[in-house]
């Protein structure tokens, strides 16, 4: 892939990477994703952008979940590549970077939208405007990750992170390139010069693999989860931390001690009741974030740390309904998913953002 074609100053540690990796790489957002942040409104932008590195406050349980990932799920640490993809501008990096080492959170560096270019350029419609950015921002990065790896992506729904992470999905499985992903992304509204890029850089892309495994959508719009099942298995809407933790722990990425350390996270800093948790936990097994053999498995060992109810006569032996409804991806493979007219469809209603 030619990274000249694109502008994105990726950071260093990404063109590092070792070639032969075959581990996972891990890309997540920022705002509402891993800081609690508020930036709906121009009082809440200016709010974040001048409050301390000691002030922001965390999702619930998020930097856990990020420093377990790092770690992995086996006996020896393996540190997994984590970086970050934010709209923040760069100006912000000193205070993003205070935050992440009060959070214990490593990293392998963290990919700014540059808005005062915007500014200058009296392109203000920009500043808002996130298909473009995050979509070339993700294929730069791409450009450097061994083609070995497997992904795992970070987001949430108040902005567009459902449609970009699927974007991409579709762009590296070669589902949309070319001509197809130039009309969808006017379609989106995306600005003719990141068009420009992006197409530019998935036509460098060779092969029609997609690494992406995981896409986790933090939810804090209202929108009911089920409005995400449209985007295929791949994609985890979660309403917290927990929901995360178990879908993680099921796939071995994560150890059974970071989930307790999520839950009591939850339950001494957030205000969160145990029967709460077993409750969301009980609702993720319904939509199919992880079965529930997987809550079974752990459910006594969170109920001797005081973080969930212990089951009640009979309840581990109980099953829930199976009919989930994360919807199978299959409905948008190979040529359906390529037409431009079903594409409009499945990422139309994306522009209620």
């Given at each position: 892939?030619?990274?000249?074609?694109?502008?994105?100053?990726?950071?260093?540690?990404?063109?590092?990477?070792n070639?032969?990796?075959?581990?996972?790489?891990?890309?997540s957002?920022?705002d509402?994703?891993?800081?609690?942040?508020?930036?709906d409104?121009i009082?809440?932008?200016?709010?974040?952008?001048?409050?301390?590195a000691?002030s922001?406050?965390?999702?619930?349980?998020?930097?856990?979940?990020?420093?377990?990932?790092?770690?992995?799920?086996?006996?020896?640490?393996?540190?997994?590549?984590?970086?970050?993809v934010?709209?923040?501008?760069?100006?912000?990096?000193?205070?993003?970077?205070?935050?992440?080492?009060?959070?214990?959170?490593?990293?392998?560096?963290?990919?700014?939208?540059?808005?005062?270019v915007?500014?200058?350029?009296?392109?203000f419609k920009?500043?808002?405007?996130?298909?473009?950015?995050?979509?070339?921002?993700?294929?730069?990065?791409?450009?450097?990750?061994?083609?070995?790896?497997?992904?795992?992506?970070?987001?949430?729904d108040s902005?567009?992170?459902?449609a970009?992470?699927s974007?991409?999905?579709?762009?590296?499985?070669?589902?949309?390139?070319?001509?197809?992903?130039d009309?969808?992304?006017?379609?989106?509204?995306?600005?003719?010069?990141e068009?420009?890029?992006?197409?530019?850089?998935?036509?460098?892309?060779?092969?029609?693999?997609?690494?992406?495994?995981m896409?986790?959508?933090?939810l804090v719009?209202?929108?009911?989860?089920?409005?995400?099942?449209?985007?295929?298995?791949q994609?985890?809407?979660?309403?917290?931390?927990?929901?995360?933790?178990?879908?993680?722990?099921?796939?071995g990425?994560?150890?059974?001690?970071?989930?307790?350390?999520?839950?009591?996270?939850?339950?001494?800093?957030?205000?969160y009741?145990?029967?709460?948790?077993?409750?969301?936990l009980?609702?993720?097994?319904?939509?199919?974030?992880?079965?529930?053999?997987?809550?079974?498995?752990?459910?006594?060992?969170?109920a001797?740390?005081?973080?969930?109810p212990?089951?009640?006569?009979?309840?581990?032996?109980?099953?829930?309904?199976?009919?989930?409804?994360?919807?199978?991806?299959?409905?948008?493979?190979?040529?359906?998913?390529?037409?431009?007219?079903?594409l409009?469809?499945?990422?139309?209603?994306e522009l209620?953002?």
């Amino acid at each position: 892939m030619d990274i000249s074609k694109s502008i994105i100053k990726l950071p260093h540690a990404a063109k590092e990477l070792n070639p032969d990796y075959s581990g996972y790489v891990v890309i997540s957002d920022i705002d509402k994703t891993y800081l609690a942040t508020q930036i709906d409104s121009i009082g809440g932008l200016l709010k974040t952008a001048f409050e301390t590195a000691e002030s922001k406050d965390t999702v619930p349980g998020f930097s856990i979940v990020l420093r377990a990932l790092r770690r992995g799920g086996g006996i020896q640490p393996q540190e997994n590549p984590l970086f970050f993809v934010s709209a923040s501008p760069p100006q912000m990096r000193q205070t993003l970077l205070s935050k992440m080492q009060i959070d214990g959170v490593e990293h392998n560096g963290i990919v700014f939208k540059d808005q005062l270019v915007h500014v200058r350029n009296r392109a203000f419609k920009k500043l808002k405007e996130q298909i473009g950015y995050k979509l070339e921002a993700l294929l730069a990065l791409w450009a450097y990750i061994p083609k070995g790896a497997k992904l795992i992506l970070f987001g949430d729904d108040s902005e567009s992170d459902p449609a970009i992470y699927s974007l991409f999905s579709d762009v590296l499985s070669d589902r949309a390139r070319g001509p197809v992903l130039d009309e969808l992304l006017q379609f989106l509204g995306v600005f003719p010069e990141e068009r420009r890029r992006i197409v530019g850089l998935s036509n460098d892309i060779q092969g029609q693999f997609d690494p992406i495994d995981m896409i986790f959508i933090n939810l804090v719009s209202g929108i009911n989860p089920n409005f995400y099942s449209k985007f295929g298995p791949q994609l985890f809407a979660t309403e917290n931390s927990m929901q995360v933790a178990l879908a993680l722990f099921e796939r071995g990425l994560i150890r059974e001690r970071a989930v307790k350390s999520i839950g009591r996270e939850l339950l001494l800093y957030y205000d969160y009741s145990p029967q709460g948790i077993l409750d969301s936990l009980k609702s993720g097994a319904l939509r199919g974030l992880y079965g529930i053999e997987t809550l079974r498995k752990l459910w006594m060992t969170l109920a001797t740390a005081f973080i969930i109810p212990e089951p009640q006569e009979g309840e581990l032996d109980s099953t829930l309904p199976t009919s989930v409804t994360r919807l199978s991806r299959h409905r948008w493979a190979d040529g359906e998913a390529s037409d431009i007219r079903s594409l409009k469809i499945r990422y139309g209603e994306e522009l209620h953002y």
